[in-house]
Antibody, heavy 121, light 108 residues
Framework: QITLKESGPTLVKPTQTLTLTCTFS??????????VGWIRQPPGKALEWLAL???????RYSPSLKSRLTITKDTSKNQVVLTMTNMDPVDTATYYC?????????????WGQGTLVTVSS | DIQMTQSPSTLSASVGDRVTITCRAS??????LAWYQQKPGKAPKLLIY???SLESGVPSRFSGSGSGTEFTLTISSLQPDDFATYYC??????????FGGGTKVEIK
């Protein structure tokens, strides 16, 4: 059974760096073709893809946010970490991590419950 | 970036209705499209991938069609559990995955 869970701060101040951790079970990020992505959703708004990391350490970023994002993995801990620099109130959103099981088809078949991050001074 | 436009943004329907949601891509994405259902306060749930492939465990009243730039999600007979928001997502280019703006299916 595949599960994912996001963790990190619920409140960050403007200009700070956000660090979120996705801890997963039921699959390995060392298995060929497997990836983990991050997606966010501002309150009442649509989903927005942020980043994706694959078993071979291939990393993909949203072009509009690429300069602010870093995604890394720790295969031994079954974790993926996303950092986002220079946080702004418009970055207030629920942040989800999700499993992608086929590298050539980047859709997400399992999702974490999400974590709400508020950016405010 | 490939832009995804969903219509309508809101849809009012009754139990038993046939419902169709459209998603248009700003350029051809072949069949690299997924559909998700999201209920308030919950994570999205994958319904359809590769435009028309039904995810395991998803009821057969859900179906997807289309290729190129125009796609549809159809619910053949709307059930009470189907009132939710639906999103399309293109994965033609994983240098830039994009979601549509969502379609909220409300009770008429």
């Amino acid at each position: 059974q595949i599960t994912l869970k996001e963790s990190g701060p619920t409140l960050v101040k403007p200009t700070q760096t956000l660090t979120l951790t996705c801890t997963f079970s039921g699959f390995s990020l060392s298995t060929s073709g497997v990836g983990v992505g991050w997606i966010r959703q501002p309150p009442g708004k649509a989903l927005e893809w942020l980043a994706l990391i694959y078993w071979d350490d291939d990393k993909r970023y949203s072009p509009s946010l690429k300069s602010r994002l870093t995604i890394t993995k720790d295969t031994s801990k079954n974790q993926v970490v996303l950092t986002m620099t220079n946080m702004d109130p418009v970055d207030t959103a629920t942040y989800y991590c999700a499993h992608n099981g086929i590298a050539v088809a980047a859709y997400f078949d399992y999702w974490g419950q999400g974590t709400l991050v508020t950016v405010s001074s | 970036d490939i832009q995804m436009t969903q219509s309508p943004s809101t849809l009012s329907a009754s139990v038993g209705d046939r419902v169709t949601i459209t998603c248009r891509a700003s350029q051809s994405i072949s069949s690299w499209l997924a559909w998700y259902q999201q209920k308030p306060g919950k994570a999205p749930k994958l319904l359809i991938y590769k435009a028309s492939s039904l995810e395991s465990g998803v009821p057969s009243r859900f179906s997807g069609s289309g290729s190129g730039t125009e796609f549809t999600l159809t619910i053949s007979s709307l059930q009470p559990d189907d009132f939710a928001t639906y999103y399309c997502q293109q994965y033609n280019s994983y240098s830039g995955l994009t979601f549509g703006g969502g379609t909220k299916v409300e009770i008429k």
